[in-house]
């Protein structure tokens, strides 16, 4: 059986790594990001790999009215989506969302407000359709407000209580919600990072867990699967120590 697939954020590096995985399978693409010149390499990437079909879209997760248009045409060359993954996102600077209001209320939007915009334009299409897998990137900087990227965490911890919500709602039309939620992962965003190695995937591992959540209609995906157990220890530290910690 052939899957279509839409990708918001498809030149993102883990969603490009989910879309290659996809092409094992017979799949059909419909790939959105808002640089036309990179998306066109994704898509020529996939077809080199035996993409049944590629359409390509260019808008900026920002502009909401674009992403209606989106949805409405990815329905109408797709028929019918699959699985569709919500996978753009920035790494804000919050030493400058301190200082900057008009930067921090941007990054917010960029990697909370726009990817609740997407799911909940995608939310009718699906529960029109009545099948489908929705599914959403987040982060288990979502978990627990850090010091240290606390306006990215909160942005995070946003579109998880709605794709939460969202679940409950979807279930009973017949459409499956995943977030998925990774660690550190080695990929443009975290590039200039000083990561701990043995902390940080690869994005073709993510999506492979992507794939298989997908498959399995698991409802929250920690990727790779050790940071569930690190992040219910995070959270369980009180906040007396927390506060006083770098962590
Ligand atoms: N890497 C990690 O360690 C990590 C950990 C946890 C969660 N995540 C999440 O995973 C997802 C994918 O990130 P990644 O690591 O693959 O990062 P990445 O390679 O840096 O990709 C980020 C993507 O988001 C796109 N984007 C940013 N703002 C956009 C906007 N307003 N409209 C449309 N596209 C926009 C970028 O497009 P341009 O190329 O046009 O800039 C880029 O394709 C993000 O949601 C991120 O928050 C990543």
Redesign the pocket.
């Known amino acids: 059986m052939s899957l279509n697939i839409l990708i918001?954020?498809?030149?993102?590096?883990?969603?490009?790594a989910v879309g290659r995985r996809y092409t094992r399978e017979q799949a059909s693409f419909f790939l959105?990001?808002?640089?036309q010149v990179?998306l066109d390499m994704v898509a020529a990437d996939l077809r080199g790999r035996g993409a049944l079909a590629v359409h390509t879209f260019a808008?900026?997760?920002?502009d909401y009215a674009a992403l209606d248009t989106m949805c409405a045409t990815a329905w109408n060359a797709l028929q019918t989506v699959d699985v569709a993954l919500?996978?753009?996102?920035?790494?804000p600077d919050q030493d400058r969302t301190q200082v900057d209001l008009d930067y921090a209320i941007h990054e917010f939007r960029?990697?909370g407000e726009?990817?609740i915009a997407a799911m909940g334009l995608m939310a009718r299409r699906f529960e029109e359709q009545g099948r489908g897998v929705l599914a959403v990137?987040?982060?288990?900087?979502g978990d627990r407000g850090r010091g240290s990227n606390y306006l990215?965490g909160a942005a995070?911890a946003a579109l998880d209580a709605y794709a939460s919500g969202l679940r409950a709602r979807m279930f009973k039309a017949g459409v499956h919600v995943l977030t998925?939620?990774?660690?550190?992962?080695?990929?443009?965003?975290?590039a200039n990072l000083d990561?701990p190695a043995r902390l940080?995937a690869q994005?073709e591992r993510v999506a492979e867990d992507i794939v298989r959540a997908v498959a399995r209609r698991k409802d929250v995906l920690y990727t790779p699967g050790f940071w569930r157990l690190i992040m219910t220890v995070i959270k369980l530290v009180p906040n007396a120590i927390f506060k006083r910690s770098n962590l």
Do not use: E, W
């Open positions: 918001l954020g498809a030149t993102s590096g883990i969603a490009q959105v990001a808002r640089d990179k808008a900026d997760a920002l919500i996978a753009h996102g920035t790494l960029a990697n726009s990817a990137i987040g982060s288990v900087a990215y995070k998925i939620k990774p660690g550190f992962v080695a990929t443009p965003m975290t990561l940080t994005p």
